[in-house]
């Protein structure tokens, strides 16, 4: 079979047939009519319409799956909101994973809150591990207390204190050569030795 080369807008053996009117500049494949290219649409002739949440409205020609959403949408044709605790409302276009979350909030769409621990109520995304503790705090989430150590300053894993030199007034306390002040001094001791407790100080 001899395939005519058409002109543009037409298509078949004898280019008797005009390309669908949604088709891009009215150019179609010669053979199928298939369209070249679709504006705002998709389909085999594009004749259906790219979702309006779809990022100026473009699509993929095939399939109609947005090539990217407007900001706060995600899904396939950008149908579904992303969380109102994802930051600036951005989540991932597949999943709805929020990019990076609002202050005080981790989680896979942002929905669980960080500890009151965490130094400015920020932790890691995906954990909800403080990036850092409020003084005197220590822990995962900073919900152990440190609170014998020299300014209240420990080692946000361990609790040992950073100040290995002294412990605060009233607290002795080590664990294995470190520091960590965790035990009060004895009734009446004001100040006492930080290694074992003997009273210096009444």
Known sequence: MVTTRCQVGRYGQFCQHVCN???????????TGKCKECHRRFGF???????????????????GRCNSCLTGYYGFNCSHHCSNKCQ?????????????CLTGYYGFNCSHHCSNKCQ?????????????????YYGFNCNKQCSGCLYGLC????????????CRKGYYGTHESEVMCN?????????????NGTCKEI
Do not use: A, F, M, P
């Open 120 to 136: 400015g109520r920020k932790c890691i995304q995906d954990s909800g591990r403080c990036n850092s503790c409020l003084n005197e």
């Open 21 to 31: 009117g949604n088709c891009r500049n009215k150019e179609c494949n010669s053979t």
């Open 183 to 195: 035990n009060s001094c004895y009734l009446n001791c004001n100040t006492c030795d930080k290694r």
């Open 155 to 166: 080692h946000q894993d361990t609790g040992v204190c950073l100040h290995q030199t002294e």
């Open 45 to 63: 002739n594009c004749s259906h319409q790219c979702s309006d949440k779809c990022q100026g409205r473009k699509c993929i020609q095939d399939s």
């Open 88 to 100: 600036g409302r951005k989540c991932n276009q597949d999943s709805g994973r929020c990019n990076s």
